[in-house]
């Protein structure tokens, strides 16, 4: 099993920029999530799912776009990227949201930067 | 408030015994997260505690005391390769995990 796949692994945009991240788990967990990890910060959730179809805000949601359309994928958008959204971005899955369902698996980050 | 503090920075030894410490206030408690991580990779998950008292795992022991608000991890036999960030993270009742700043580890020889 490939685990959880984040592609790509490292971009620069310019500011005002759109793109696309993607997140797929092949361990047919439920819960997803995306989250961007800056020094100082720790790790801060931006949006989670809880299900296919289904989305939810998390700490930091403002400038970001989610969707689960499938089950094993879920897309993280910057519609107009700003210097502020350089960040290492991670997603994460995991089975439940329970105790040791809550464990979460990560996947190996995004590297982004907005000039 | 909910709140997770560890202190920011240790060092240690090769070979030594290291704990790092964990207090947490939150709104209820369905477990407590102990996850590694190595610069510039991904967090993974090291331990989960939910029940008061230790859980060994090899080389690594994680220990609760819900009633303090209090765990710790413990790392015996340092090895080099344990050179890393080690994150706490609790998860409030049924809620979204709750992640420490993160303790980052040196391990000198």
């Known amino acids: 099993n490939a685990g959880v796949t984040q592609t790509p692994k490292f971009r620069v945009l310019k500011t005002g920029q759109s793109m696309t991240l993607l997140c797929a788990q092949d361990?047919?967990?439920?819960?997803m999530y995306w989250y961007r990890q800056d020094p100082g910060m720790g790790l801060r959730l931006i949006h989670y799912?809880?299900?296919?179809?289904?989305?939810a805000k998390g700490e930091v949601p403002d400038g970001y776009n989610v969707s689960r359309l499938k089950k094993q994928n879920f897309l993280l958008g910057l519609e107009s990227a700003a210097p502020s959204q350089t960040s290492v971005y991670f997603c994460?899955?995991?089975?439940?949201?329970?105790?040791?369902?809550?464990?979460?698996?990560f996947g190996p980050g995004t590297r982004l930067t907005v000039l | 408030g909910q709140n997770i503090d560890q202190p920011t920075e240790m060092t240690a030894t090769e070979g030594a015994i290291v704990q790092i410490n964990c207090t947490y206030q939150?709104?209820?408690?369905?477990?407590l997260f102990w996850y590694q991580q190595h610069a510039g990779e991904a967090p993974t998950f090291l331990s989960y505690?939910?029940l008061d008292g230790l859980e060994e795992k090899g080389r690594f022991s994680s220990f609760l005391s819900r009633s303090k608000g209090y765990s710790y991890l413990l790392l015996k036999e340092l090895q080099m390769k344990d050179s890393a960030s080690y994150l706490c993270?609790?998860?409030?009742?049924?809620?979204?995990?709750?992640w420490g700043l993160g303790t980052s580890l040196a391990v000198n020889p």
């Open positions: 361990m047919n967990h439920e819960y």
């Open positions: 799912s809880v299900g296919e179809g289904t989305t």
């Open positions: 993270a609790v998860t409030p009742n049924n809620r979204k995990l709750i």
């Open positions: 939150t709104s209820g408690f369905n477990g």
């Open positions: 505690n939910v």
């Open positions: 994460a899955s995991s089975p439940g949201a329970s105790g040791r369902t809550d464990t979460q698996y």
